[in-house]
């Protein structure tokens, strides 16, 4: 038994209480007691303690791309270029290294689960590791040694187009067709207790019409989470009703994708009817406007999202930044540039969307609030940093005004992975700073190359 002694807490249904005492056992939270003099035995967290925050949508080795990509014009398919001159470098042993500093960097922003959305699968050329699942397993070693739960969404991606073959680094990406596709991501499996292997489509574009409903069947009979991403772009939309004569939501919708289960990524572009169909169907969409600025995609319909049905959440995606409080924030002010209007979102909203919302969008219902019987997953926000500093112990303090940079302190599972801002790796790989340098060096000599995005 561990307990926590937090001098504020954010506790369901969005109310904060001070002086509130933590006990956990085997990693699950016991009991909650509030106006409670610090025990002796108890570990004291300063400031304002929420649930762990889930980071939903993560491609883990757009990391090395940061600060690499801004030079002269271009748009998201010229830096989809760069992106691919990343992955073709990559090996299990590189990719293990990368992933691991950046989801420590993730820890360090208070993110305790991340949803990996894998499609680098097999050396280039396409051919397969000895291990199938190699660069997967590299994948869950990483969030092991960071500390942080994991989704492993293993993505179908199988088409280079509409109907078009794989060519060059996607190569790597193609397991043949969908049914290859189901048999390797039927061997792939890590921890029960902190890894979850759910499916993704890559997109309509990478999975012919006539196979997305093997992936969705696939993930049905295994009860897990389906992710894909969906009309990021103006071209995407075009191209499928050019080849298809509807919306790339409708080509899903018809094919069984959608559900209380599904969870579009982005989801940018879409019409009235698109926006129907997610909410009759509960379908979930993780929003990462952090990326969908630096790609300039624009700004997608939250608000009418909302209030259609379709529960929210929130992803770092091309790690951009990896700041959660950020990327809830900005579905707020977003949608007052798209509408005018201000308070769509109010931050306990937000800070759901970054908590127990996106747990369940990557198949962890257990997880996300701090009440009896959920996971122990604690994230302490520093209340006086120059940031939060006279701001109060709120929702709206840590949504609006604080930073991952603010995050002192993390315990996932009830095992202490931050303590006052220092990642536990440290002391076996190095300080996170150093392991993500070294790491994006491996991987990036011939990036520059490329060009300009």
């Known amino acids: 038994m561990t307990s926590w002694w937090c001098e504020y807490a954010w506790l369901p249904p969005g109310r904060v209480a001070a002086r509130t005492l933590i006990t956990a056992t085997q990693g699950r939270i016991t009991a909650v007691d509030f106006d409670v003099d610090p025990p002796s035995d108890a570990h004291r967290l300063s400031g304002l303690v929420i649930p762990g925050l889930a980071n939903v949508h993560s491609h883990a080795f757009h990391r090395a791309l940061r600060g690499r990509t801004h030079g002269g014009n271009g748009d ?79 993505t179908c991606y199988v088409a280079g187009g509409f109907d078009q073959p794989l060519a060059g680094p996607q190569l790597r990406f193609g397991d043949g067709d969908a049914h290859q596709w189901a048999a390797r991501a039927e061997a792939l499996a890590g921890p029960a207790d902190r890894v979850r292997v759910g499916a993704a489509i890559h997109s309509v574009r990478a999975v012919p019409a006539r196979e997305l409903a093997v992936v969705a069947q696939w993930a049905a009979a295994h009860g897990v989470p389906l992710h894909f991403h969906l009309s990021e772009q103006v071209a995407e939309n ?92 900005s579905l707020e002010l977003d949608e007052r540039l798209a ?30 609030e701090l009440s009896v019987g959920m996971r122990a997953d604690l994230v302490a926000v520093d209340l006086e940093s120059v940031r939060t500093a006279g701001c109060g112990p709120t929702a709206a303090t840590v949504v609006f ?37 070294d790491a994006i060096a491996a991987v990036t000599t011939d990036v520059a190359s490329v060009g300009p995005a």
Do not use: K
Not at 258 to 278: E, R, Y
């Open 76 to 154: 998201f398919w010229s830096w989809r270029e760069q992106m691919y001159a990343v992955a073709d470098r990559l090996d299990p042993q590189t990719y293990l290294a990368l992933a691991r500093a950046t989801y420590a960097e993730m820890a360090l922003a208070g993110v305790t689960c991340v949803g990996e959305f894998h499609y680098l699968h097999h050396q280039r050329g396409g051919v397969p590791y000895s291990d199938p699942n190699a660069m997967g397993q590299a994948l869950i070693e990483a969030a092991a040694q960071a500390g942080v739960r994991l989704t492993l969404l293993d």
């Open 339 to 368: 509408t005018n209007r201000r308070g769509t979102f109010d931050a306990a909203e937000l800070l759901g969307a970054a908590t127990v919302v996106g747990h369940r969008a990557l198949g962890w219902p257990d997880a996300g």
């Open 238 to 329: 075009a191209a499928c009703l050019a080849r298809h004569g509807v919306t790339p939501t409708r080509l899903l919708a018809d094919a069984g994708a959608l559900g209380s289960t599904s969870v579009a990524v982005h989801g940018t572009h879409l019409t009235d009817d698109d926006v129907a169909l997610f909410g009759t169907s509960t379908t979930g969409v993780c929003f990462c406007p952090s990326t969908e600025r630096d790609l300039a995609d624009g700004i997608g319909p939250a608000g009418a999202l909302r209030t259609a049905g379709s529960p929210l959440s929130l992803g770092s995606d091309g790690q951009s930044v990896i700041d959660l409080f950020e990327e809830a924030r």
């Open 401 to 437: 005004a604080a930073a991952a940079a603010d995050v002192t302190d993390v315990v996932v599972d009830g095992q202490v992975v931050v303590a006052s801002g220092r990642h536990r790796m440290a002391g076996e790989f190095g300080a996170v700073g150093t392991a993500l340098r």
